[in-house]
């Protein structure tokens, strides 16, 4: 065991079981999966990407390159997952990954002896060609080698949400900064959020021994976070990462609300993804410690220095029996003091620097100071290091080292907007740039490390923000902070001959990598991260950039503020799918739309059919029927020969009032609607600005300053925004009202030569005869009983039809109420397949046809256009192209041999043309078995089509292996003159 | 968690009921149906419009505010666009139709939307999970409405007038082919809370 006696903020009294590959360990509550192993001696904990060396524990925290496992099992296993940031519940099970057979026996460990064919660019040089093996055995085999953790690939069995929260003030980071920044501006009134990703407050005042005021960093924190949890303006959100910085001062972050336990409580999501709006930020994120670039820096007991204090002050763990440091500043040199305080056995601490500022209290604690560097490590898990000194070599063994080589500023979510941070050679690490707006950033984030600045930056950030906003901010209290020595030497890599030394741990980047990118051209840093994968994946380099990017300057002489720094984009930290889905998923991925008559259809036994959020029945199978084909060619016979309903609600329904309605619909169809006859109802096409048909549908006139519009299913929301748009922004001046009526009418359409016989029954003694209500009358009166209702006298169908609009509540009742009516004649219901056949035979455009690449006059409705008035698209529609003689133009095609089935898609060309896209002359768009003609039909555009009704031409289909000889012909194959409809 | 819907249609209302945990921490109530109308003003005609309603006792809000009175509910949704809401069926047609005359279109939504009255200690931090509006008492109190999209749902909120801070009601005008998937969302969100639906009888 290496739990130290006693310290730590763990909980002793309390023992924790958990299991790591197999194995059974205990811990307590308050440490994490990392510091719980590391107090077992499990230091072995993972394999790297690349090379499948064995890798130990580096980090305390989300920076975690190394310690990445897999939790949980089954279902909810997470790949992944950084054993640095899990906190230990009781029963926690969790594997290391990326290993086979066995995590200290990993065949492919092999790859390590392959590394000079490994490096940089090692892909893009090795599997060229033949490109025939890219997909088929390159990718397959790579993927196999390198990857990290497995997929759970079961739906995961726990429920995600999504949430807004708005402050005046947020706060990333509660260690000094943020608390001091917190205080400040909630003790004005203002509304504040502290954000903290840790499942305790206090960021490094846990890990650090020394005073604010009178008492422990650790009291201060304590005391802080009482005093804010006691404000009730001030919202404390614990396990809460910051990830991204959005547009509009809104900020992502995930709160992990049940990954702290085996399952989450009873109806509480695991994580929640927060959408935070505010309106200042003060970021207060703290720093990494990061790494020297050495030989053997990546062996199992090599980790940051803070870290290695870290598990000793906050957990009361020493990660080896014995441990060395090896650093070159002063915050490192003295976090080793603390390790040795919490009683750490501190060998050596090998400083790079001539007489370090503590070295007296270090001597004065027995810890011996080397000048020099560490050159060589050994040992699977590390058992000794090599230190060279101007005296010479010397070795010693130790089970851990703790390294670093300097702070790097947590500035990511700086740079999310677009900023760049600047290198600020002093501090020796790059500080923020330009901020997005509403942003300060305080403390160790800002570049402000010691402990007094991190106060006395945050509580001036809080204050400002608050003050800001026009809050009465109290002078800020600052507490006084214990003085310490902040100096540090630029150091970055030790040039010794030895084994691989390491600037990227996750991704296996060494300084040799580095430097073949510099030899092959690949010197700027954003082609050197891509060509060497250094920052890339879970860690996104937040340890690894700033020693990578300082090698590569060494060697192109440039300093590193010249060679400059790649940016953080969103997310801060990886977000699981799951909380960016929140609710939707399954059932409730979108919104399901039912229609009125929803319930009815049920009840018939109706399939249905998803259009768009609208759930639609599709076609209503009778006992017997084993096809759907059958079902609607039974219903398709039903319309033509006596009456058939459908539900017609989800067409888009628009309501224009005004005196200038009718010269709004003038200028957005192609035809005129302000000559319609108040009482009657008229086809319409609308286009674009560019020439190309939007949407088409009906529109009636109920009153000389009053029209309804229909629009498709698809298109509802559109048109109303197109409409909104033009009364908004380019015609204000127009007088028109518009209000979508979708919501509030049911329609319900009647077809078949026997609806007329239907409607009669079903009005309240209306006269709805060819004489009082003629095709494209409308006439609104009550039916079934006093239900108000507007009668449209249309037809899709080309038979005799009627549409019925009564408010949605009230549809069901119609729809039955038609159904009783209907009975004599054996009224059938029909859904969307039969309207499309019926639709198909009629040789009405549709969704297939309204495609967005089909003008009015492709569409065969050239005609309709009017050349008397300006309307949206009517410039652009009259480009030559559009005008050319043989494009592709509206026809009706039937099989020469009419057993044949005709497929949409299919391209048409010459008989005898070869199939090659010069020769392409169209293509079919819809097709249909019509139960009417007892073939198949299709529609389509063919070249020049209008003109050549009656030629034969190829529907060319290799996809399906098709090539059927189809005769070009009307589009409309049912009643031609539009008789029926008439009648 | 997930598994408390998965077995209800998404088609119909979800059933009259309670979710999730024991407590109470949110009730919603489907309101019976009344009527409702959209009023949209004339061109240049919004501030004669005010002036006509509010001599009939009746405020026009200028801005994203509910307002009763004598029985109407107005609530503004845009610049010159309300929605008006009455118990009594006859109120819009009788009294709300004749005084816009000339100055507005009126358009029937009767049917258009089903109204929930939303309320219980912890209705805030629930809806919070779908309404990306700041429903803080300091932002958002008694008459302050919205018109906005909460969980893929275009709608219309208000809180109820005469409701305090400490215990707010909100009414929510949801388009009704929308009200299934929008009580999905609400009783996800509120399960954790306890969730107590009534007034949509059997779903």
């Known amino acids: 065991m290496s739990r130290l006696l006693h310290g730590g903020l763990v909980d002793r009294s309390r023992t924790l079981s958990f299991s790591f590959d197999g194995a059974t360990y205990r811990g307590h509550p308050g440490d994490t999966l990392a510091s719980a192993l590391l107090a077992n001696d499990v230091r072995l904990v993972g394999r790297s990407f690349k090379y499948h060396r064995p890798r130990g524990i580096v980090s305390a925290g989300s920076e975690e390159p190394n310690a990445l496992v897999e939790l949980r099992m089954g279902a909810r296993r997470e790949p992944n997952t950084r054993a640095t940031t899990v906190e230990l519940y009781g029963g926690l099970i969790a594997a290391s990954q990326n290993r086979w057979p066995s995590l200290a026996f990993d065949l492919m460990s092999a790859n390590q002896w392959l590394s000079p064919f490994l490096g940089a660019g090692f892909y893009y040089k090795t599997f060229m060609w033949p490109s025939a093996l890219w997909e088929k055995l390159y990718e397959p085999v790579i993927r196999r080698a390198a990857g990290l953790g497995r997929a759970a690939g079961r739906p995961d069995p726990d429920h995600y949400e999504k949430a807004n929260a708005f402050c005046d003030v947020l706060v990333v980071g509660s260690g000094a900064a943020g608390l001091a920044a917190a205080l400040a501006a909630g003790r004005s009134g203002a509304r504040v959020i502290l954000a903290e990703e840790d499942f305790r407050l206090g960021g490094r005042l846990l890990s650090e021994f020394t005073n604010i005021g009178d008492g422990p960093a650790r009291d201060f924190a304590a005391a802080a976070e009482a005093e804010l949890a006691g404000l009730p303006n001030v919202r404390i959100m614990a396990r809460t990462t910051v990830f991204g910085a959005y547009d509009g001062s809104t900020y992502g972050a995930v709160e992990r609300v049940g990954d702290h336990l085996a399952v989450p409580a009873p109806f509480a999501p695991r994580q929640r993804l927060w959408r935070i709006v ?9 720093a990494f410690d990061r790494p020297i670039v050495f030989p053997g820096n990546d062996r199992p007991g090599v980790m940051s220095a803070l870290a290695l204090a870290t598990y000793a002050t906050r957990y009361g763990v020493s990660a080896g029996q014995t441990a060395a440091f090896f650093v070159n500043n002063d915050h490192a040199f003295a976090a080793a003091l603390d390790a040795a305080d919490a009683g750490v056995e501190v060998e050596a601490i090998v400083d790079v620097r001539p007489d370090p500022a503590l070295a007296a209290r270090a001597e004065a604690l027995g810890v011996r100071v080397i000048q020099g560097e560490v050159v060589a490590t050994s040992g699977k898990r590390l058992s000794s290091v090599t230190v060279r000194t101007a005296k010479g070599s010397e070795t010693f063994k130790v089970e851990a080292l703790g390294v670093s080589g300097g702070a790097t500023p947590n500035l990511n979510l700086t740079t999310h907007m677009g900023g760049r941070p600047t290198y600020d050679e002093a501090l020796c690490a790059f500080v923020p740039g330009a901020l997005p707006p509403g942003m300060t950033v305080a403390g160790a984030a800002a570049g402000a490390f010691p402990l007094q600045e991190c106060l006395d930056t945050g509580a001036r950030a809080g204050a400002a923000a608050a003050s800001d906003l026009g809050f009465a901010v109290p002078r800020p209290d600052v507490p006084r902070a214990e003085g310490a020595p902040a100096g540090i030497s630029a150091f970055w890599h030790v040039e010794a001959p030895g084994g691989f030394a390491f600037v990227d741990l996750q991704n296996d980047v060494t300084a040799k990598d580095v430097a073949l990118a510099h030899k092959e051209g ?39 503020a010249e060679t400059g720094v790649t940016v953080f984009r969103p997310p801060y930290t990886p977000v699981a799918m799951g909380a960016l889905a929140g609710h939707h998923r399954g059932k409730d991925f979108r919104p399901t739309r039912p229609t009125p008559t929803h319930r009815w259809a049920q009840e018939q036994g109706a399939v249905f059919v998803e259009a768009g959020f609208w759930l639609r029945a599709q076609y209503f199978p009778q006992p017997g029927e084993n096809d759907w084909l059958t079902s609607v060619n039974r219903e398709v016979k039903a319309v033509r020969e006596s009456v058939g309903v459908v539900d017609a609600s989800t067409f888009g329904k628009i309501d224009l009032q005004g005196p200038d309605a009718g010269r709004f619909l003038d200028r957005v169809y192609i035809n005129t609607f302000s000559t319609l006859a108040v009482g009657k109802a008229r086809y319409g096409v609308m286009l674009r600005e560019d020439g190309i048909v939007m949407d088409d549908g009906t529109s009636a006139r109920l009153a000389d ?45 009647v077809s078949g030569p026997r609806s007329r016989d239907v409607l009669v029954k079903v009005v309240d003694g209306a006269d709805v005869s060819n004489a009082a209500l003629p095709f494209m009358g409308v006439l609104e009166t009550t039916v079934a009983g006093g239900i108000p209702a507007r009668i449209f006298r ?24 038609i159904m009783e009516a209907g009975a004599p004649y054996g009224i059938t219901p029909y859904g969307t397949e039969t309207l499309g056949v019926l639709r198909i035979e009629k040789g009405h455009v549709s969704g297939n046809e309204l495609n967005g690449q089909t003008s009015a006059r492709d569409l065969g409705l050239g005609k309709m256009a009017s050349t008397k008035k300006d309307y949206i698209g009517r410039v652009l529609a009259g480009r030559p192209a559009f005008l050319e003689e043989d494009r592709p133009i509206f026809v009706g095609f039937r099989p020469l041999d009419r057993t044949q ?28 078995f019509s139960p009417t003609l007892g073939h198949s039909i299709g529609l389509g555009f063919l070249r020049n089509g209008q003109k050549r009704i009656g030629e034969t031409v190829r529907a060319y289909d290799p996809v399906r292996g098709g090539d059927i000889a189809v005769e070009v012909c009307d589009p409309a194959f049912v009643d031609p003159q539009g008789e029926k409809q008439r009648g | 968690m997930a598994d408390m819907l998965a ?49 009939a006792g009746l405020v026009l809000p200028a801005g994203p505010k509910a307002a009763a009175a004598a029985g109407v509910t107005l609530v503004g949704t845009g610049p010159g666009r309300w929605l008006a809401f009455a118990d009594d069926v006859g109120v819009l047609p009788g009294r709300i139709l004749p005084l816009a005359q000339g100055l507005a279109a009126v358009t029937d939504q009767s049917d258009a939307s089903l109204m929930f009255e939303v309320s219980g200690p912890r209705v805030r931090p ?54 299934p998937a929008f009580l999905r969302w609400l009783a996800a969100s509120a399960a954790e809370f306890g969730f107590a639906l009534s007034g949509a009888g059997r779903g």
């Open chain 1, 278 to 286: 505010t309106q200042r930020c003060v970021l207060a994120a703290g």
């Open chain 1, 522 to 560: 690949y010197r700027a840093v954003e082609l050197l991260k891509r060509y060497t994968t250094l920052g890339m994946a879970t860690d996104q380099g937040k340890t690894s950039n700033t020693a990578g990017l300082a090698i590569m300057a060494h060697l192109t002489g440039r300093s590193i």
């Open chain 1, 901 to 928: 089935r005709l497929r949409a898609g299919a391209h048409f060309l010459a008989v005898g043309a070869e199939p090659t896209t010069a020769n392409d002359e169209g293509y079919m768009t819809s097709v249909a």
């Open chain 1, 705 to 749: 300053d009053h029209y309804v519009m229909t629009t498709t299913t698809a298109n509802a929301a559109k048109v109303y925004q197109h409409l909104e748009f033009c009364l908004q922004v380019l015609w204000p001046d127009l007088d028109v009202q518009l209000a979508s009526i979708t919501e509030h009418y049911a329609q319900i359409a």
């Open chain 2, 126 to 179: 629930a809806l919070a999970k779908g309404v990306m509006v700041d429903l803080d008492p300091s932002a958002f109190g008694a008459g302050d409405a919205a018109t906005t999209t909460v969980s893929h749902v275009n709608l219309t909120f208000w809180q109820v007038a005469d409701t305090p801070a400490e215990a707010p009601a909100f009414v929510f005008a949801v388009p009704r082919s929308f009200a």
């Open chain 1, 794 to 817: 249309l037809s899709f169908s080309g038979e005799l039809g009627y549409e019925i609009a009564v408010p949605s509540g009230r549809g069901e009742a119609l729809i039955r109420a």
């Open chain 2, 7 to 55: 077995d209800i249609a998404p088609t119909a209302l979800l059933p009259d009921g309670h979710y999730g945990a024991p407590s109470e921490g949110v009730r919603a109530r489907l309101l019976p149906g009344g009527s409702a109308a959209s009023l949209v003003a004339r061109r240049g005609a919004a501030a004669a419009l005010a002036a006509r309603f509010a001599e």
